[in-house]
């Protein structure tokens, strides 16, 4: 079997998908991902996903690439192809889900969107973590929970509130006095999204 690799080296994480070609009815399919974060220990944490993934993968023909703000290095050094981010979205997105307009992507770091109709644009925002991972990390630290908790949090908001997104310590002063007034977690981590969504 055919198996495609996709790295994705971030400044905070590793993000690891191989997809395999189904014999019978040949789509591809999702053998192994994994989401991690590397606490900087970028190449340590890359390699022990490879081995993970390889475990469950065995051997097979493999076709790799590597893409991400902190993924060149280790291409470079492993030999692996590098796929500058956007061109790495732009593929995946026009594969998957082909009536795609827009792709939004949040970094640790950064925040892109890409137009895909008609040729390549892409926006970034500024230096400011607003609107980032990094910003989504700092509101699940106000809120005391894991940021993989605020999907599951926003779900249940019954409203929205205005919250500057532009910069986590307008963020911080805009939610604390709602924690304070005891606004639900649930209102307040959907108003955490609609920032992001806003900037």
């Not at 198996?3 to 080296?9: F, H, N």
């Not at 998908?17 to 040949?26: L, S, Y």
């Not at 593929?91 to 040729?119: H, M, N, R, S, W």
């Not at 993989?148 to 919250?163: C, F, K, P, V």
Request: with cysteine; proline share 2%; hydrophobic share 40%.
């Amino acid at each position: 079997m055919n198996v495609y690799l996709g790295i994705d080296i971030g400044s905070t994480t590793v993000k690891l998908v191989a997809a395999g070609e189904n014999e019978k009815t040949g789509k591809l399919e999702i053998l192994y991902k994994k989401y991690e974060r590397h606490f900087s220990k970028v190449r340590e944490k890359a390699c022990e996903m490879l081995r993970d993934a390889q475990s469950i993968i065995g051997e097979a023909d493999i076709r790799a690439a590597i893409t991400g703000s902190a993924g060149l290095g280790v291409a470079k050094a492993s030999g692996i192809d590098f796929v500058q981010e956007v061109f790495a979205t732009r593929k995946c997105v026009g594969t998957f889900v082909p009536k795609a307009d827009v792709v939004i992507e949040l970094g640790g770091e950064d925040a892109k969107i890409v137009f895909l109709t008609g040729q390549l644009e892409e926006r970034m925002n500024g230096s400011c973590a607003g609107g980032t991972g990094a910003f989504i990390d700092q509101m699940a630290v106000l809120l005391d929970v894991q940021p993989n908790e605020l999907d599951r949090l926003s779900m249940g908001a019954e409203r929205i509130y205005t919250i500057a997104s532009r910069c986590g310590v307008f963020a911080k002063s805009d939610i604390q006095p709602l924690l304070n007034e005891g606004a639900r977690k649930e209102d307040v981590a959907a108003s955490i999204f609609q920032a992001v969504v806003n900037q």
